[in-house]
């Protein structure tokens, strides 16, 4: 065997195992790939938002385990969805600091909708303050949104965006 033979032998078995582990560590679930995922989502958060602190709300989500494989598909979906659903619940967090000098101001305000859709899934969405003024309770309407965040709420006579 020539040296350029055992050479050649050396390079194709390193970039066998250079592949397999870019296959096992990258695939499906891995805890890698689960890590890079869950990296780039936030990223995205932050894109969008002005605040990193508002986005942390949007992770704390407390429901019935009946409810939580179509909550884990609201997050990961990417595309706006559009479903009918009925506002049942609103949910505000805001820090209210008032200076000595009479002055108020809110920091970091997180509002969140919750609706239900026709199929009984429950949806906690985050959304803008004049949306979360808006949008009248027990009202049925087209909701469209892209993982936790309202993009619009169309029901009979208006149309509300975010």
């Known amino acids: 065997?020539?040296?350029?033979?055992r050479n050649l032998i050396i390079l194709l078995c390193a970039i066998a195992i250079v592949l397999l582990l870019v296959i096992l560590l990258f695939a499906g679930k891995s805890p890698i790939r689960k890590l890079l995922s869950s990296f780039l989502d936030d990223k995205d958060d932050h894109k969008g938002n002005g605040s990193g602190k508002k986005n942390q709300h949007s992770g704390n989500?407390?429901?019935s385990q009946k409810h939580r494989p179509n909550e884990d598909s609201q997050k990961k979906t990417y595309e706006p969805i559009v479903?009918?659903?009925t506002l049942i619940r609103k949910s505000d967090d805001r820090l209210r600091v008032i200076e000595s000098t009479g002055q108020t101001r809110l920091?970091?305000?997180y509002y969140e909708l919750v609706f239900v859709t026709r199929k009984g899934k429950t949806l906690k969405i985050e959304c803008s303050r004049a949306a979360y003024d808006k949008?009248?309770?027990n009202q049925q309407g087209s909701l469209t949104y892209k993982?936790?965040?309202?993009v619009k709420f169309k029901y009979y006579g208006e149309t509300i965006y975010n």
């Open 61 to 63: 989500v407390n429901t």
């Open 135 to 137: 949008i009248p309770f």
């Open 1 to 5: 065997m020539t040296d350029q033979m």
């Open 147 to 150: 993982r936790n965040s309202l």
């Open 83 to 85: 479903e009918m659903a």
């Open 107 to 109: 920091i970091d305000p």
